[in-house]
C-alpha cells in the first residue's frame, strides 16, 4: 500500500510519562486558577481523586464524579459544566478512562463555547478554544489525552456520536503508571485490545503516512511485548509504562488516520448493548483482519512480526494470516 504523496501531521498535545508524574500538575497552574477535576466514581473511592488532588498541592480545585459505569451523557456533561460555573472554574483535569477525560472535553467546550453538547456534534463546530485542559489517563484504552475526539452516548440515536475538533486535543497528558498498575485484569485486558484495535486500524489506513506508520506499529510491538504480563501481574510497573505509551502512540496515529470497519460495528453494538468497548472490538478484530488482509499483505506481515510471531520461512500470505492468528492468541490468553 503506497504512501500518501501529500500530508499534515500535527499535534498539540505535550506528553509527561514517568511514575509520579501527576506531581507535574502543580506547575501548570496558578494559586489564581480554579481547576475542576473530572472523573467517575470509582477513582474517587479507591483514592486515586485523592492522589491527584494532593498533587495539587495549594491550587485551588473542585470535583466532579460521573457514573463510573456509564458511557459519557449529555446528562453528565451539562452536569459538569454546571459544576464548573458555580464553582468558578478556570481550567479542567480529565481523570480516568476514556469517558471521564472524554467528559471534560465536553464540559470545555460548553465552558467556552456555550450551548448544547449536541450542537457541537459532528466535526469542527468548536469555535472558541477551551480552558486549560489536563487529561490523566487510568486505562490502556482510549488515548482521548491526545486525540480531537470526544464521545457521546445518544440513546435517542442508538449510537455514539462524536465531536470532533482540534481545539477539544488536551494541552497536557500526563501519563503516570503509579495510578494504573493495580488496574484489574479484565480492564486492563479490554481497554489494551482497545489500544491494539486503534494501532492497527490506523496503521493498515488508506490515510497513513510515513509518520503514522512508525508510530503505529511501535504501538503494536509495545502491546505485543506488555499487554500480557500487564494484566496478569499488578506489580508490574515497566509492561504498565509501556502500554500507556502504546495507548498514546495509537491514540497521535489514528488522530491522523481515523479508524476502521472495527470501530464502525463496535460504537453502534455498544451503544445498543451496553457491552465495553475494549472487549467488543477484541471479539470483532480477528474477523475484520480476515476481510481485510489480502489488500495490504505486507503489512499484515509486519503486524505479525511485531506482536511476536513466528514468520521466518513463511511467505507474504502465510505471515499475514500469522497476524490474525497473533491476535487470536493474545484474545484467548
Request: charged share 15%.
Amino acid at each position: 500500500m503506497p504512501f500518501q504523496t501529500h500530508f499534515d501531521f500535527r499535534h498539540p498535545t505535550r506528553i509527561v510519562h514517568g511514575p509520579g508524574s501527576i506531581a507535574y500538575l502543580a506547575d501548570c497552574f496558578s494559586p489564581a486558577d480554579k481547576v475542576l477535576i473530572v472523573s467517575d466514581q470509582v477513582l474517587g473511592e479507591i483514592g486515586t481523586v485523592e492522589a491527584v488532588t494532593a498533587a495539587l498541592g495549594n491550587i485551588p480545585h473542585a470535583v466532579y464524579l460521573k457514573d463510573g459505569s456509564s458511557e459519557p451523557t449529555q446528562e453528565d456533561v451539562e452536569d459538569g459544566v454546571q459544576a464548573y460555573r458555580q464553582e468558578r472554574c478556570t481550567a479542567i483535569i480529565g481523570l480516568g478512562g476514556g469517558s471521564p477525560m472524554d467528559v471534560a472535553k465536553m464540559i470545555g467546550v460548553l465552558a467556552s463555547n456555550n450551548g448544547r453538547i449536541t450542537q457541537y456534534l459532528g466535526s469542527d463546530k468548536v469555535a472558541n478554544d477551551l480552558p486549560y485542559l489536563a487529561c490523566v489517563p487510568t486505562t490502556y484504552g482510549t488515548a482521548s489525552e491526545v486525540t480531537p475526539f470526544a464521545v457521546l452516548d445518544n440513546p435517542a440515536s442508538g449510537n455514539k456520536d462524536p465531536v470532533i475538533s482540534w481545539k477539544i486535543a488536551p494541552q497536557l497528558g500526563v501519563l503516570d503508571p503509579d495510578l494504573s498498575v493495580a488496574l484489574p485484569a479484565l480492564v486492563g485486558a479490554a481497554t489494551g485490545m482497545d489500544a491494539l484495535t486503534h494501532a492497527l486500524e490506523s496503521y493498515i489506513n488508506l490515510a497513513a503516512t510515513p509518520i503514522t506508520e512508525g508510530i503505529a506499529l511501535h504501538a503494536i510491538r509495545l502491546i505485543g511485548d506488555n499487554l500480557r504480563l500487564a494484566c496478569a501481574n499488578d506489580h508490574a510497573l515497566a509492561a504498565t509504562e509501556n502500554m500507556l505509551i502504546a495507548s498514546m502512540l495509537a491514540g497521535v496515529a489514528f488522530s491522523q488516520t481515523r479508524l476502521g470497519n472495527v470501530h464502525a460495528m463496535s460504537h453502534p453494538v455498544g451503544a445498543h448493548y451496553h457491552v465495553h468497548h475494549g472487549l467488543l472490538n477484541a471479539i470483532l478484530l480477528p474477523y475484520v483482519m480476515e476481510f481485510n488482509w489480502f489488500a495490504c499483505p505486507g503489512k499484515f506481515a509486519a503486524i505479525a512480526e511485531a506482536l511476536g510471531a513466528h514468520t521466518s520461512g513463511l511467505d507474504q500470505r502465510q505471515a499475514a494470516h500469522a497476524a490474525i492468528s497473533a491476535v487470536r492468541h493474545i484474545n484467548a490468553d
